[in-house]
């Protein structure tokens, strides 16, 4: 199961709006086929976005629907550095309760 990691950079003066856009999303997007999680994080500088799918081609489902699409136009210009999106498998370690994100 695809875990995924993207970090959002919004300009400063966008952060509000890039807020709003990362929200705005996340109902239809955890109503896509698939998703296990789309948890949204935030620091001062950046949003992070942890995901988990069933599976990549439902992960690449998503990256081609309409919520992500949206987002992206709402996005555009606002960012002071692309979309880091990292993909990732579990490495699970000690407690399985723990040491990796449920399924």
Same mark, same amino acid.
């Given at each position: 199961?695809?875990?995924?990691?993207?970090?959002?950079?919004?300009?400063?003066?966008?952060? +509000?709006?890039?807020?709003? *856009?990362?929200?705005? /999303?996340?109902? @239809?997007?955890?109503?896509e086929k698939g998703c296990h999680l789309y =948890?949204?994080?935030?620091?001062?500088?950046?949003?992070?976005?942890?995901?988990?799918?069933?599976?990549?081609? +439902?992960?690449?489902?998503? *990256?081609?629907?309409? /919520?992500?699409? @949206?987002?992206?136009?709402?996005?555009?210009?606002?960012?002071? =550095?692309?979309?880091?999106?990292?993909?990732?498998?579990?490495?699970?370690?000690?407690?399985?309760?723990?040491?990796?994100?449920?399924?």
């Amino acid at each position: 199961m695809p875990i995924i990691v993207a970090t959002v950079l919004p300009k400063t003066e966008h952060r +509000d709006e890039v807020k709003e *856009a990362l929200l705005a /999303a996340a109902p @239809a997007v955890h109503q896509e086929k698939g998703c296990h999680l789309y =948890a949204m994080h935030e620091a001062a500088d950046r949003f992070v976005v942890i995901e988990s799918w069933e599976s990549l081609e +439902d992960m690449g489902a998503h *990256a081609q629907g309409e /919520a992500f699409t @949206a987002m992206g136009k709402a996005l555009d210009g606002k960012l002071s =550095a692309p979309l880091d999106i990292v993909v990732l498998e579990a490495l699970p370690a000690g407690d399985p309760a723990k040491g990796a994100l449920p399924a």
